[in-house]
């Protein structure tokens, strides 16, 4: 069974940098069937996708976010990490991070999901 | 364009049949995938690509597309389905995730 669960600080100052680890069991982050996402949800509001590494080292990133978002895999083959620069109370959400697979045809989905966990910037 | 819409809110008697929309340009070209999430709970998959559901979706669940509009159909919907239901694809590139921005299902 592949579990995710979402691990950092809940409480980040304005213009610092918001760090988060999420560690997998059950899978391999360094696997080349994978995207691991971070995805977050503002309070009362839909879902943002933020971006993903896959192949152990190459990511993609929602361009809306402006170059302030680095994924990283862990030195453990089970974490990738998600670094936020420069945030402001505007990155105050619940942060998931999640696992998305290819399927036949045409199309992905995520299959795994962390429970998620609410980060706050406040000074 | 990069965007997925949904409708903000669908309502559905009890035991009637609700249908929630996704539209989208990458929809022509990238399959659909829904997600069910109740409140402070994490999204999980209620539907694939055509028409798949993952084991343990009940079979009142179906999905559907036609050119740039897909569909997740609730028959028969029961209190339990009430939740926020979004749609997901990837952008017409393949290396960008689209959300919509959810519905809002509620069962009258």
């Known amino acids: 069974q592949v579990q995710l669960q979402e691990s950092g600080p809940r409480l980040v100052k304005p213009s610092q940098t918001l760090s988060l680890t999420c560690t997998v069991s059950?899978?391999?982050?360094?696997?080349?069937?994978?995207?691991w996402s971070w995805i977050r949800q503002h309070s009362g509001k839909g879902l943002e996708w933020i971006g993903y590494i896959y192949n152990n080292g190459n990511a993609n990133y929602n361009p809306t976010l402006r170059g302030r978002a680095t994924i990283s895999a862990g030195t453990s083959k089970n974490q990738f990490s998600l670094r936020l620069s420069s945030v402001t109370a505007a990155d105050s959400a619940v942060y998931f991070c999640?696992?998305?697979?290819?399927?036949?045809?045409?199309?992905?989905?995520?299959?795994?999901w962390g429970q998620g966990t609410l980060v706050t910037v406040s000074s | 364009s990069s965007e997925l819409t949904q409708d903000p809110a669908v309502s559905v008697a009890l035991g009637q049949t609700a249908r929630v929309t996704c539209r989208g340009d990458?929809?022509?070209?990238?399959?659909a995938s829904w997600y069910l999430q109740r409140p402070g709970q994490a999204p999980v998959l209620v539907m694939y690509g055509k028409n798949n559901r993952p084991s343990g979706i009940p079979d009142r669940f179906s999905g559907s597309t036609s050119g740039n509009t897909a569909s997740l159909t609730i028959a028969g919907a029961q209190a339990e389905d009430e939740a926020d239901y979004y749609c997901h694809s990837r952008d017409n590139s393949g290396n960008h995730v689209l959300f919509g921005g959810g519905t809002k299902l509620t069962v009258l």
């Open positions: 990458s929809l022509r070209s990238s399959d």
């Open positions: 999640a696992r998305e697979r290819n399927y036949y045809g045409a199309g992905s989905l995520f299959d795994y």
């Open positions: 059950g899978a391999s982050v360094s696997s080349g069937d994978y995207y």
